[in-house]
């Protein structure tokens, strides 16, 4: 299915060319690396700790620059973007975090809300946004709820909620199963596939071997900073 | 900026406010010392003014005139011509055709004979830059003066004065000026006009009150920079703390693509919002000392010559509220935008 629509596709989503990362304490956390996703594509990040997923991540987030190489990511150039172009680039994107990051004192509603409001949106498309991505995480009956009265489950799908409210083109998520269950794993990452399917780019680090085989998207392995595999979507992995 | 953001954002200013509120009222107590201090001084410097001003008017310079007495007793060291025609002619009669009065003196040897002249040369010590008025003082009035001022009892020694010999006293211009600063060249002016004999001064006094004001004006420079300075540091370190209890929700702001100024403006609110309540707080608790204060002094020196508070009510919550919102906003600004100029881990909270 993605495949197809790797072949439509001219631009990539996300390009790295040549990109290396080196933290201020010397670290080498990527080096030369060159990767192309497509629009519509699904893809798995893994590799052992360490390896420079995260890295991976945020540099396309732009929470980091790299220090070599070019970088693009839905029409941005993040080698030159300038300093007030960077929220406009993260609204192309919904960041999912492992953490969940919901805010405790907020119910469900407003947790998902909170995106909306930060970026200028008016109440009424607040109500109608929320109302929609709630019930596509399945969680439109939890609305009222306090995160403290939620399963870990539950909660990283008010965070997923979340990051579909402002209808990016791009899902990043890092590690969005690293704290629920394995059942609750496989229905998040169904819900991504889900989400995947109307044509929304999904990019997900995992350590989960289980959810890699089973779902059967691209997967690209990261190895002390380098690619060292990139198997299409299919389950032609390893 | 769209309405709806507007309200979300000075909600989540108060909320902010509220959700701190011990640092809140913290804060907004050291801010309230330091203006009412800033306040005190401002009054204090006022009623030294006050004082000054009443001192300043006291401080008029005497510019005696070259008239009928000045001509009888006056030193005319300078007008040797003249001084030898008074001493010859009280014992001669002179040969020109203007007769000596009784006491010796012609009319050329004085500049003013009557009292239009002297009116005419306190016209022109009047168009003098840096004076403010001009009163002519007779020497009869002046005589007058002189034993009203004398220990009861004690003028009857003096009444042969004008009988028997004449008026000592000349006629004199009360000059009032403007700025203390410029006395001795206003008085060098004065000095240099036709038909002024000396001036009586009391330049030290104008040298002593220009040091108090120039003093006055520097201490109290001084206090308000550094209690502006101590307002600025005490609302940028409330405004971290709410920052830093905000973390989390920073965090998912900039990860959802909210703008620097949109994150700020919640926090800028906060503390314009403390710096507001502060300076409404620092006019009540400053009314309050003042009449306290005041009353006492007032009953115990016996003065009622004091600055009123309703005069300095307006312009003393102007400075108020302008100390306030500006340390308030600048203090949050600074905090915020050091807090968000931190690159790398943006998106890590707690
Ligand atoms: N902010 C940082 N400063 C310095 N070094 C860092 C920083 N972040 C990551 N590193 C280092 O860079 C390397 C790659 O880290 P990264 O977080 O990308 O690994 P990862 O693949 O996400 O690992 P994990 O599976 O444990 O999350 C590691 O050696 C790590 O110690
Ligand atoms: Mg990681």
Redesign the pocket.
Known sequence: MSEIINEIQDKPVIEFKGVSKT???G????EDVNIKINKGEFVFVV????????????LIMRE?KANTGTISVNGYNLTKIKKRNIPMLRRTMGIVFQDFRLIPKMNVFDNVAFAMHVVGASTRQIRREVTKALSAVGLGDKARSMPNELSGGEQQRVGLARALVNNPTLIIA??PTGNVDPNMSYEIVSMLTAINKQGTTVLM?T?DHDLVHYFKHRVIM?DS?KIVADNPAGGAEE | MKMSSVRYLTKEGFKNTWANRLMSVASVGVLVACMVVIGLAILISENVKLAIGNLEKQNVVMAYMKDYSWAQYGDKSENSSGAESTTEASSEESATEEQPDARGIKSSDYVIHNEEEALALCKEIEKLDNVESVEYISGDKGLEDVKANMPEGQEKYFTFLDEEYGNPLSGAAKVKMKDMALFDVTVEKIQKLEGIDTIQSQSDLAEKITAIKNGIAIAGFWIIAILMLISLIIVSNTIRITMYSRKLEISIMKAVGATNAFIRIPFVIEGIFIGLISAILSEGVLYFCYRVATETICKTLGTTDIVKYSDMAILLFVIFAVIGILSGAIGSFIMISKYLRKE??EFAAI
């Not at chain 1, 590799?47 to 945020?58: L, P, R, V, Y």
């Open positions: 933290y201020k304490t670290t080498h956390a990527l590799g052992s700790s360490g390896a420079g997923k995260s890295t991976f991540m945020k980091e890092d590690e680090v350590h990261l900073g | 790398g881990s």
